[in-house]
């Protein structure tokens, strides 16, 4: 059941109040000198191997080029064996990305199934709308829905970061079981890098937070000037599938509407659920 309006302003307080310490993640942004042709085929394969099959007009379209530019990433997708083309000129996720040629990942067919909520819980709060799964401790967003504001938060589609560093990853990381986080975070597996391993009593206690709460918000911890909510997405066995949240510049934020926030966060999560029970 989602939270109450009191519960949210309470949690709002004791998140702002109690957030890990230690410094934001610095947002990626582009290299001085970007080789845009390499940035365009990686993007092109990142979107096969989340969807399974596009045609050359639709990757034109994503990545905004010509379609002889994109006919041109594509074949050379083809020719390093990172995609695969079919009797109906549809490209598909090649031997280099392990997937099977005419079948989706799970985590292909969640996106698939959630993009047009995505879009609607655009529409409605008017930021950007993110949908991310988590892959032991790190966080990847599998989609993306930028809003139309001119000062918006950019797309993070195909991006990856520490789980408990962003949104999306503390919603599935507060869903582990105490052994399950303890061994995730295990000295040993951190053995060989010691200063990427969280403040444990402090990562314990932020979870507990959204526990409580029933949903997450992230005011810069993950990157400055940018303040964000999530909520989770959940399985018929109540399992945590992925986190569905949004993101906004943190000029934008007012903690009044907060509670109608997440209310609609709620809403479009209980959509997708509805959609993946079907």
Same mark, same amino acid.
């Given at each position: 059941?989602?939270?109450?309006?009191?519960?949210?302003?309470?949690?709002?307080?004791?998140?702002?109040?109690?957030?890990?310490?230690?410094?934001?993640?610095? *947002?990626?942004?582009?290299?001085?000198?970007?080789?845009?042709?390499?940035?365009?085929?990686?993007?092109?394969?990142?979107?096969?191997?989340? $969807?399974?099959?596009?045609?050359?007009?639709?990757?034109?379209?994503?990545?905004?080029?010509?379609?002889?530019?994109?006919?041109?990433?594509?074949?050379?997708?083809?020719?390093?064996?990172?995609?695969?083309?079919?009797?109906?000129?549809?490209?598909?996720?090649?031997?280099?990305?392990?997937?099977?040629?005419?079948?989706?990942?799970?985590?292909?067919?969640?996106?698939?199934?959630?993009?047009?909520?995505?879009?609607?819980?655009?529409?409605?709060?008017?930021?950007?709308?993110?949908?991310?799964?988590?892959?032991?401790?790190?966080?990847?967003?599998?989609?993306?829905?930028?809003?139309?504001?001119?000062?918006?938060?950019?797309?993070?589609?195909?991006?990856?970061? *520490?789980?408990?560093?962003?949104?999306?990853?503390?919603?599935?990381?507060?869903?582990?079981?105490?052994?399950?986080?303890?061994?995730?975070?295990?000295?040993?597996?951190?053995? $060989?890098?010691?200063? $990427?391993?969280?403040?444990?009593?402090?990562?314990?206690?932020?979870?507990?937070?959204?526990?409580?709460?029933?949903?997450? @918000?992230?005011?810069?911890?993950?990157?400055? /000037?940018?303040?964000?909510?999530?909520?989770?997405?959940?399985?018929?066995? /109540?399992?945590?599938?992925?986190?569905?949240?949004?993101?906004?510049?943190?000029?934008?934020?007012?903690?009044?509407? @907060?509670?109608?926030?997440?209310?609609?966060?709620?809403?479009?999560?209980?959509?997708?659920?509805?959609?993946?029970?079907?």
């Amino acid at each position: 059941m989602p939270p109450t309006v009191a519960r949210i302003r309470s949690a709002e307080h004791e998140i702002l109040e109690s957030r890990t310490t230690g410094a934001a993640v610095e *947002p990626k942004n582009p290299p001085a000198y970007v080789v845009t042709s390499a940035d365009h085929a990686l993007r092109a394969a990142v979107m096969l191997q989340l $969807e399974g099959g596009l045609t050359v007009s639709q990757v034109a379209e994503r990545l905004g080029v010509a379609r002889s530019t994109a006919h041109r990433l594509l074949q050379t997708l083809v020719y390093r064996d990172f995609a695969v083309q079919d009797d109906q000129r549809v490209y598909h996720p090649g031997p280099v990305l392990e997937l099977a040629t005419h079948s989706q990942s799970r985590a292909s067919r969640l996106r698939a199934m959630a993009l047009t909520h995505l879009q609607r819980l655009v529409d409605i709060v008017g930021e950007t709308a993110n949908l991310t799964i988590r892959t032991g401790d790190t966080a990847r967003f599998i989609a993306s829905v930028e809003c139309g504001q001119a000062l918006r938060v950019g797309s993070r589609e195909g991006m990856v970061f *520490p789980a408990h560093r962003v949104t999306a990853g503390l919603i599935l990381l507060a869903a582990l079981e105490p052994a399950q986080l303890d061994d995730l975070y295990s000295e040993n597996r951190y053995a $060989e890098r010691p200063g $990427e391993r969280p403040d444990m009593s402090a990562l314990r206690a932020q979870l507990a937070r959204v526990r409580r709460a029933g949903f997450a @918000l992230n005011n810069g911890l993950s990157e400055r /000037g940018v303040v964000a909510i999530g909520v989770p997405i959940r399985d018929a066995d /109540g399992t945590a599938l992925a986190g569905l949240s949004i993101s906004m510049p943190s000029v934008r934020y007012d903690h009044q509407r @907060l509670p109608t926030l997440v209310a609609a966060l709620h809403r479009s999560a209980g959509a997708i659920e509805a959609d993946l029970g079907d």
